[in-house]
């Protein structure tokens, strides 16, 4: 009799780890963040993790060229992480809209 509600303890185990594995995505969360500014020449996309997605320190992590990933504190304001983002994405929800220049006709 034990031995049956060991294995089937064992089996419902393994069972819920499978489910659990398919159904959450893992997420590489930051356990601090830098304030120095990085080049956006290296830069090639960037992901933002919040508390929501289960990290516990907010962050933006740019990934770089040769695929490194950086942790940088939120954006706020203009600073540094903000200008980054906006010269990544510059029709992102961040970046403020610049307005249109008008075209010339060209007269002959």
Known sequence: MAFEKTSLFLLASIFLGLSAAFTEEAVD????????????????????????????????????????RLCSPLPSGKNWVSKL??????????????????????KH
């Open 29 to 68: 969360c930051c356990l601090s963040t830098s304030d120095i500014p990085i080049p956006h020449r290296i830069v090639d996309s960037y992901i933002i993790l919040n508390k929501e997605g289960g990290c516990p320190i907010p962050a933006v992590v740019f990934i770089t060229k040769k695929d490194r």
């Open 85 to 106: 983002i906006c010269k990544i994405k510059p029709r992102g929800p961040e970046c403020p809209k610049s307005p249109r220049k008008k075209r010339r006709g060209n």
